[in-house]
């Protein structure tokens, strides 16, 4: 005997689930159905089993704490060019980053994208296209089969993923410490350690074609990295300047031009300064370079100046180790002024 009232909540969630468009959650489904979470729970997963014994185009999904209802896998890719492209622009900006990035974590989406990415996480969740796994106090970000599936795509694999965004660019790595230029550049980039891979790093150098790392570390790097390989002087703000120009050339992408505008601007405000400075003694060739570019006096007897990490004995102790998740224009400015106003 058919069980009235539980038929006719099964009908409420499927007809909730078909017109949402959407992964509905469990509580969602129970408020609307008038039945427990549990209960609610249960009818869906029978929902989902009818529909997998018809020969339909549709099927029921279990996703995260909730159920959707989609157009069977093998027949998204027929299907989706006719489907309305209906998630506003800034959700899509905030999901092409997870989808090319992932896995992501959250407080790295928001270092990108602001606060707002909170909002855009949990919507997007919401609608089943990606999955936020809680790790620490932060939640790791990656795009979902349903994600997939409304895009078209073939595959689910991050990889796959990012190769169908990235379709004729290329695919750029940035140790660490170029993290914060690559941001600056609004470069396409996974950040990747060349220098002591471990196993996540080696598959990720395997899909790189150009690599962004360090003077002198490119024929370390060759033990177990094929692809084209940009060294990147960073000690002054004119190498930093070239090099940022050379990353953009070489991707065939990027804006370089706010950060050479802002460089410039630094630059001559820093050489303005160095006019009246007091002369100095460069001890090693990183200052002599950093001398050349703030035009600053050098002689003999000035003050000498040298990277805090020679361990030498100087009147001047430039920051030269910095953190690498210091931001890269920073990270130049900071020696700047160490130079510019000595310690007493």
């Known amino acids: ?19 949402a468009g959407r992964t509905l959650t469990l509580r969602e489904l129970a408020d609307l159905s008038g039945l427990s979470e549990e209960r609610a729970r249960s009818e869906a997963m029978d929902l989902a089993a009818e529909y997998n014994l018809r020969a339909s185009g549709l099927e029921v999904k279990d996703i995260g704490d909730g159920f959707a209802m989609q157009v069977r896998s093998r027949l998204a890719r027929v299907v989706v060019p006719l489907a309305p492209r209906e998630i506003e622009a800034p959700l899509i900006r905030t999901l092409a980053i997870i989808a090319y990035k992932q896995p992501l974590k959250q407080s790295d989406l928001v270092e990108i994208r602001g ?113 084209e390989i940009l060294e990147a002087s960073i000690r002054t703000l004119s190498q930093l300047k070239n090099s940022a120009e050379r990353i953009c050339q070489a991707a065939g ?67 030269a180790h910095q953190p690498y998740d210091m931001d890269i224009l920073e990270r130049v400015v900071q020696r700047y002024e160490r130079i510019l106003k000595p310690s007493k």
């Open 115 to 227: 606060n707002k990415s909170y909002v855009h996480v949990k919507e997007l969740e919401k609608r089943g296209l990606i999955s936020a796994e809680k790790i620490g106090r932060t939640k790791l970000l990656t795009t979902t089969r349903a994600f997939a599936d409304y895009f078209g795509l073939e595959s689910c694999n991050p990889q796959a993923v990012r190769r169908a965004l990235l379709k004729d660019k290329k695919l750029i790595g940035v140790s660490p410490m170029y993290k914060s230029l690559a941001l600056r550049l609004g470069l396409d980039f996974i950040v990747v350690n060349p220098y002591n891979p471990k196993a996540e790093d080696l598959s990720k150098l395997k899909e790189i074609e150009l690599l962004v790392l360090a003077p002198g570390y490119a024929d370390r790097v060759r033990e177990h990295y094929s692809g």
């Open 1 to 19: 005997m058919v069980d009235s009232q539980a038929f006719d909540a099964k009908a409420i969630i499927e007809a909730a689930l078909f017109a």
């Open 253 to 319: 992408s990027g804006d370089v031009e706010p950060l050479v505008a802002e460089v410039d601007s630094l630059l001559h405000r820093f050489r303005e300064r160095a006019k009246s400075a007091k002369p100095i003694k460069p001890l090693t060739p990183m200052i002599e370079d950093i001398a050349r570019d703030l035009r600053i006096a050098v002689q003999e007897d000035g003050l000498r100046a040298a990277p805090d990490s020679a361990k030498m004995d100087a009147d001047i102790q430039v920051p």
